[in-house]
């Protein structure tokens, strides 16, 4: 019940800031940051990759420490919060992808490279694809929760690994922040450090609204039921 | 008790390997599926032209991942198909145990299928062995131990679905990839002899993806199989 009222107070707060911080960040990335010299303005496609890509890393996180506790604690509010941090994640992802290959093109000259960053979103965006299809698949509610938090866990134990053989492969990807800030102008900086921030926002939104439609998905399957 | 354990465990391991023995399907037919996959491959390459080293080695792991959905599909839906499962949770072992044995049942079929496609890839292939018999079967018992640790904990995991063989694909293969990346490097190395430098590094993935899934596996089983 406290969990409900938190997340009915939390969603419209968070939505409105969040759309309020993403028009302040358009300022950021179109006017005040300066335009790339080599590749011009293709470069902006940076402010929305670099966020996407870290708030898909940070749900898939999410869905670890969700699944942790709802094995712990058995509380059905971390399961549906799982499932919704791993639909955000995979939607992040997904587009980090897509934006990551725009911009491959534009300055590698190719769609698609092996680089640690690139390969360890592509092979997390595919575990969690088959996440969600597990979910799918198994028509016992109490197994699928269970069987999804221990592949939750499992999944994100995998990361390290995958980051690591990946870099092992080869790499070409920039260091954005690097030992010695990655070679970013300052504006440049301010104008990642607040879309990041906006995309926080909207995140914590989007997985709120999410885990409770979920709620509500639940109560009418109970209510059909019975 | 500890040998007490063990003896409870490899009783397990007992009954399954002459269960599967018996009539061969269960082994049978990932060797067959290993073999086809590495026949097409050599298909691949203009007659005359050699596949490389890393190629080969990529073949050999694909087809042992293959053998590794069937193995476990195989090894879990016995207890299914014979109602065993509910004996098993209510026997007085840790369900740990069902995980080691069905685990060691793995890796020994898993062996013998690799034993097949082996001198498959020398054959259709033209590869060599360009270092000594026994660095060799180390390093593929090492990526096999990963290989069998995950397959156990997920093998329980897509049982009861029409589609089980194709969920078990689709959830064992992406979490894979950093030992299967780890296993073609090293196996390139043997087939091809040429060193990156990172040979012990790789052979340190392997080993800690092993260690991890291990780790996992223990505490996770028996949430995975269970009564629900």
Redesign the interface.
Known sequence: MRDSQLINTGIPALAVLGGLALAAAQYFIWIYAPVEATMGVLQKIFYFHLPLAWWGLISFFMVFCASLLFLITRRSVMDRLAQAAAETGLLFSGLALATGSLWAKAAWNTWWTWDPRLSTTLIMWFIYAGYLVLRQSIDNPQKMRALSAVLGIVAFLNVPLVFLSARMWRSIHPAVFGSGGGGLEPEMMTAVMVSIAAWGLLTAAILLFRVRQLHIKDRIKTLYVF | MGPLLNIRFLCLTHKDLKLILADGSGIVQPVLLGLILVFVFSLSTPIGDEVSAQAAASVFWLATCFALVLVFNTLYSIEETNQARTGLLLSPMPLQHVWLSKAVTGLILLLLAQFFFFPAIIVFLGQELMTGWWTFLGTVLLVDWGLVA?GS??GA??QG?A?RES?LS??I???L???L??GI?MGAHFFGGADDG?LS??AG?AF??GS??TG?AII?FP??Y?E?
């Open positions: 995950v904990l997920l995991l897509s679905h589609a969920l689709v959830v293969f992406p979490l990839v950093p030992l990346l780890a490097r990172h590094a790789w993935i800690a993806f991890v899934f996992a996770l949430f995975v269970n629900y």
